[in-house]
């Protein structure tokens, strides 16, 4: 009795494994018909590829103005990058570099769109991305996860 339960488990459980196989399996399938955003054709897929960064080169360009709108990441972001001009602007200090990274791909490939972001990435190199988030991630700033609560 308990064997053949232990068997309908391994069973159930070999089944669900499967299941989860095809569904990982489909999801590659998807992206592979989408080349542009499986592969990084467009620079936004992912952060992957990018050079090393270097956080004083990020902490230098973050303070240049940008030749399209004369503007310096700092000078909307604020100091840091965690003292952004407006409440809706983002704070960036303390972010992940990838997810920094990979937002400003987005930006630069106009995969993601924003009237005053997409200008300021549209003439970065994937070395300055690189390095703009290597110096806002590791700035100290309010941004924080859930760890520590209940
Ligand atoms: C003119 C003001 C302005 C300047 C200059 C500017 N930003 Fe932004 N930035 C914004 C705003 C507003 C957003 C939110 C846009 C949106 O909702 O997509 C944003 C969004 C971002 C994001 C996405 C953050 C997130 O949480 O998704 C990153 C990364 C970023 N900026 C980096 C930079 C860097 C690096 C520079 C300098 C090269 C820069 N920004 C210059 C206004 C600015």
Redesign the pocket.
Known sequence: MRTAFTSRLTFALAAALALGACTKLESTDTAAADPGHASGEHGSASSAGLPPGNIAAGEK??QEK?KA?G???I???GAE?DKP??A?????AG?YAD??AH??QA?RAGD???A??TP??KD?SDQ?IAN??AY?SSRKGELRDLHGLD
């Open positions: 360009k973050s940008g709108t503007q310096s990441c000078d909307c972001h990058g001009i407006a809706t602007y983002p704070h960036l972010q997810y920094l937002a400003l930006y993601r769109q924003h005053l972001m300021q990435a970065l300055d703009l988030a806002f």
